[in-house]
């Protein structure tokens, strides 16, 4: 029997933001010096509409913001001019700068620990007055170069993720230290700016950092955090806390381990990442729920989240369910990230890695990156879909003035328990036209088709092309029936997506 849906889609639905559009996360901030980044950019937003970027590393070396200088010793050159560039290009590009906080200069830092391939120092200032100072040139900097009404509509965040002691070291009390002093600091220059945190990952510190805030009069505009669906809401191993630093992720531990050699380290690799993942289905809409209850009167914003299988159609589905899932609870959900040119761990250059990109090295759009598109295009209201309450085979339908989307997914958290459903989807109203779009195995996958090929490391302009034709997400046209129901059968593969506009 197919799994039934019904949509009158003569009805105007309700006000459906397009909340995941706020927000796009990108690597970190010296990569978007480079043009090919700069291009997926513009088309990302063009086609999809982002209207911020938040990335790491603002602050870092490879920014050249706070420079030691060589004679004398004692002095620092502070420089704005890469910041500038990539703010300017921003701009230019009709976007706007989600600004991250971080990480500690050098010249300022109390301690050598770094985390990634581009040597992000995670440590404290070691003078809290030069770290305000920093802010506060920074801010005026910002309010000279792009004036108050332009600046204010932009978001201030403190650091990334400071409760995993690989982003950060120190206590949860010395990130609250750190945040007061940005936030007093950002505040003192500007009363009017957006500053906010913990931007932690696993939803973490939300009520204990409104609870500092409050009790210390310290500025909060915005609650920040990130999830992922593999995260045990349960687990605080390895974590920063109260009076406590995290173990285990630091560089020098991870140094430590690559000493132990290649085979006891995928040894205690697959002790820590091969569990298996019994989070239930809708486990972000439940911390989001959560994570939106302990920020009470305060804006939410998610500026980390994904769902994994980052190149196939699995991606694709799993937004989708998410999307559906989080209505009304959040004001921005940033996508981490943008694109593959990714370079936490070195630039791998490969085509397709399982990186966390809506395009790929090239540019080329992935499943996940049309599904963000075909929404785009959809409208910004939505409408109730009654029937069969299937498990894993579920329904978005969107409206507009102009057309009814209909999104028939079929997904299920790391493809535990799926298999291919029948479905039959029933829409009211009488249309023009009837187009239908897939994004499953063998429609818009284009590392199955670089698979094909043999997973050629160098492709060639011909493989290329060949893998960007199949990024296209192709409408065929349905026959429209002359009665004022739509009836749509069709097989829904595990982990796909059906797509149906139906202009009016």
């Given at each position: 029997?197919?799994?039934?849906?019904?949509?009158?889609?003569?009805k105007?639905?309700?006000?459906?933001?397009?909340?995941?559009?706020?927000?796009?996360?990108?690597?970190?901030?010296?990569?978007?010096?480079?043009?090919d980044?700069?291009?997926?950019?513009r088309?990302?937003?063009?086609?999809?509409?982002?209207?911020?970027?938040?990335?790491?590393?603002?602050?870092?070396?490879?920014?050249?913001?706070?420079?030691?200088?060589?004679?004398?010793?004692?002095?620092?050159?502070?420089?704005?001019?890469?910041?500038?560039?990539?703010?300017?290009?921003?701009?230019?590009?009709?976007?706007?700068?989600?600004?991250?906080?971080?990480?500690?200069?050098?010249?300022?830092?109390?301690?050598?620990?770094?985390?990634?391939?581009?040597?992000?120092?995670?440590?404290?200032?070691?003078?809290d007055?030069?770290?305000?100072?920093?802010?506060?040139?920074?801010?005026?900097?910002?309010?000279?170069?792009?004036?108050?009404?332009?600046?204010?509509?932009?978001?201030?965040?403190?650091?990334?993720?400071?409760?995993?002691?690989?982003?950060?070291?120190?206590?949860?009390?010395?990130?609250?230290?750190?945040y007061?002093?940005?936030?007093?600091?950002?505040?003192?220059?500007?009363?009017?700016?957006?500053?906010?945190?913990?931007?932690?990952?696993?939803?973490?510190?939300?009520?204990?950092?409104?609870?500092?805030?409050?009790?210390?009069?310290?500025?909060?505009?915005?609650?920040?955090?990130?999830h992922?669906?593999?995260?045990?809401?349960?687990?605080?191993?390895g974590?920063?806390?109260?009076?406590t630093k995290?173990?285990?992720?630091?560089?020098?531990?991870?140094?430590?381990?690559?000493?132990?050699?290649?085979?006891?380290?995928?040894?205690?690799?697959?002790?820590?990442?091969?569990?298996?993942?019994?989070?239930?289905r809708?486990?972000?809409?439940?911390?989001?729920?959560?994570?939106?209850?302990?920020?009470?009167?305060?804006?939410?914003?998610?500026?980390?989240?994904?769902?994994?299988?980052?190149?196939t159609?699995?991606?694709a589905?799993?937004?989708?369910?998410?999307?559906?899932y989080?209505?009304?609870?959040?004001?921005?959900?940033?996508?981490?990230?943008?694109?593959?040119?990714?370079?936490?761990?070195?630039?791998?250059?490969?085509?397709?890695?399982?990186?966390?990109?809506?395009?790929?090295?090239?540019?080329?759009?992935?499943?996940?990156?049309?599904?963000?598109?075909?929404?785009?295009?959809?409208g910004?209201?939505?409408?109730?879909v009654t029937?069969?309450?299937?498990?894993t085979?579920?329904?978005?339908?969107?409206?507009?003035?102009?057309?009814?989307?209909?999104?028939?997914?079929?997904?299920?958290?790391?493809?535990?328990?799926?298999?291919?459903?029948?479905?039959?989807?029933?829409?009211?109203?009488?249309?023009?036209s009837i187009?239908?779009?897939?994004?499953?195995?063998?429609?818009?996958?284009?590392?199955?088709v670089?698979?094909?090929?043999?997973?050629?490391?160098?492709?060639?302009?011909?493989?290329?092309?060949?893998?960007?034709?199949?990024?296209?997400?192709?409408?065929?046209?349905?026959?429209?029936?002359?009665?004022?129901?739509?009836?749509?059968?069709?097989?829904?593969?595990?982990?796909?997506?059906?797509?149906?506009?139906?202009?009016?």
């Amino acid at each position: 029997m197919p799994v039934k849906y019904y949509i009158d889609g003569t009805k105007k639905g309700r006000a459906y933001p397009h909340y995941w559009e706020k927000c796009v996360g990108s690597c970190h901030a010296a990569t978007l010096l480079r043009e090919d980044v700069r291009q997926q950019i513009r088309k990302a937003h063009e086609e999809i509409g982002f209207e911020y970027i938040r990335f790491h590393g603002l602050l870092d070396d490879d920014m050249s913001v706070v420079i030691q200088q060589m004679m004398p010793f004692d002095k620092t050159q502070i420089s704005f001019f890469n910041i500038d560039c990539i703010f300017d290009f921003l701009l230019e590009t009709g976007m706007k700068p989600f600004i991250e906080l971080g990480f500690m200069p050098e010249a300022l830092a109390s301690g050598k620990t770094t985390c990634f391939h581009y040597k992000g120092n995670v440590t404290m200032p070691a003078d809290d007055a030069a770290w305000q100072d920093l802010m506060k040139q920074l801010v005026q900097h910002l309010l000279d170069r792009y004036g108050l009404e332009e600046v204010q509509s932009w978001f201030f965040e403190v650091w990334n993720e400071p409760n995993l002691r690989f982003f950060f070291d120190g206590t949860m009390e010395d990130y609250f230290h750190l945040y007061e002093l940005t936030a007093r600091a950002i505040k003192e220059t500007e009363p009017s700016l957006r500053v906010g945190g913990p931007a932690t990952s696993n939803n973490m510190w939300i009520p204990e950092l409104k609870n500092f805030c409050e009790e210390n009069h310290v500025p909060l505009d915005f609650i920040s955090t990130h999830h992922y669906p593999s995260d045990d809401p349960l687990s605080r191993a390895g974590m920063n806390g109260p009076g406590t630093k995290g173990s285990g992720m630091d560089e020098e531990t991870i140094k430590k381990m690559l000493e132990l050699g290649p085979e006891k380290v995928k040894e205690i690799m697959a002790q820590m990442l091969g569990g298996e993942n019994k989070n239930p289905r809708d486990i972000l809409s439940r911390l989001t729920k959560k994570a939106k209850d302990e920020a009470g009167e305060l804006p939410l914003y998610y500026t980390e989240w994904n769902v994994g299988h980052y190149d196939t159609s699995y991606a694709a589905a799993g937004v989708t369910q998410v999307f559906a899932y989080n209505e009304g609870l959040v004001e921005g959900y940033s996508y981490w990230c943008i694109s593959d040119i990714f370079e936490e761990k070195g630039l791998h250059g490969l085509p397709f890695n399982n990186e966390f990109g809506l395009v790929n090295v090239y540019g080329i759009r992935k499943p996940s990156y049309r599904l963000f598109e075909a929404l785009h295009q959809a409208g910004s209201r939505r409408l109730d879909v009654t029937g069969d309450n299937h498990r894993t085979a579920e329904v978005l339908a969107l409206e507009d003035e102009t057309a009814v989307t209909v999104f028939a997914y079929n997904h299920d958290i790391e493809e535990r328990d799926i298999k291919a459903e029948e479905m039959e989807i029933t829409v009211k109203g009488e249309y023009k036209s009837i187009k239908k779009a897939v994004i499953d195995s063998g429609h818009c996958n284009p590392f199955g088709v670089w698979e094909a090929q043999g997973k050629p490391t160098y492709p060639t302009k011909a493989q290329l092309a060949e893998i960007e034709d199949a990024s296209e997400l192709v409408y065929e046209e349905v026959p429209a029936e002359e009665t004022n129901e739509q009836v749509f059968c069709f097989n829904a593969e595990a982990e796909s997506v059906t797509i149906i506009r139906l202009e009016k």
